[in-house]
């Protein structure tokens, strides 16, 4: 970690609008630069992200707006679909919404003169988060404080509902079983669902409260993480319903936590908006303190690079990157 603690970002790209969410693409889209959307208060902008780590002739980082999407409404959440490819003829982006007005949108574009939005309705409170199937991309699930989790096909139907016994904060689809789903609840209880038998397989439990977030280290599936409270928390879901690794994080509480997809010892957490204290913390688990401290104050969304270990997240009418030099 630095002497003085914390550093500005990598590298930014200037946005015309606050930036609620920010996502990479987690699958390959079939171009050597990386599918980005971000949502902000009326729209959804949907580029490609290349870094000079990448490509020596790119100066830092070169996004290039696709298309901006009107949305109407603030965005919440987003996922990505696997189906979402730029090799092919014609070009394919598809991707999900989650607003506040509690429902789900699903955008649809060949990035020339089809384009299809549709309005999936059933939650009957705000939803926290939402996810692909990553195989296919045929079916959502997605999470809220109404305490479900429910699941949806491409049509708009929903398909499945399980009921939580507190709000539903996060979800995670395995990458090659596709019939198991994490979904963490702010309990503090995190439980892998059996989407063949509609059962509960697996519960884990942190053994504190609020739990915001939590994530599943897609390349190595023994791991769970999560947020709670001020902390972080690590699961070896092999040996224990029980972390067997908790730090302090945060002085105020912790809202995200995030994986790398290049290393899976790397992950990262980002306090709640608004606060003095720096944002973003990058953790290594060989390592007791943090390894990087962003100085962002006020940030919102945080998503990995598909490959390289390079974080963003988003705030006001910016996108702030940081890449972890490991």
Known sequence: MQEDGSRNASYTVLCEDYVHVVEFSPFDCGSPASLLAYGGNQYVVVGTCRFKEEDMEVEGVEFNTLRVFLHGVPVDALAWSPESRLDKLPQLIRFCTAAADRKLRLLTSDLQDKHEMKAMEGHTSYINDL??????????????????????????????????????????????????????????????????????????????????????????????????????????????????????????????????????????????????????????LGHPQPIMIGSATVGAGLSWHRTLPLCVIGGDRKLSFWLTEM
């Open 131 to 284: 996810v692909f199937e990553p195989t296919e991309g045929k079916q959502i699930a997605s999470v809220s404080d109404d305490h479900t989790c429910r699941l949806w096909d491409l049509e708009g139907n929903e398909t499945a509902v399980f009921r939580l016994s507190s709000p539903g904060m996060s979800l995670c689809w395995h990458p090659e079983e596709v019939f198991k789903l994490m979904v963490a609840e702010k309990k503090g209880t995190v439980r892998f669902y059996d989407l063949v038998t509609q059962q509960a397989i697996l519960s884990l439990d942190c053994g504190q409260t609020p739990l915001l977030s939590a994530d599943w280290c897609l390349s190595n599936t023994v791991k769970v993480g999560a947020v709670t409270g001020t902390d972080w928390v690590i699961w070896d879901i092999t040996r224990s319903s029980y972390p067997q690794e908790r730090r302090p994080a945060h002085v105020d509480k912790a809202r995200l936590f995030r994986w790398s997809r290049a290393n899976e010892n790397l992950f990262s957490t980002m306090g709640c908006p608004g606060k003095i204290n720096s944002q973003l913390l990058v953790h290594h």
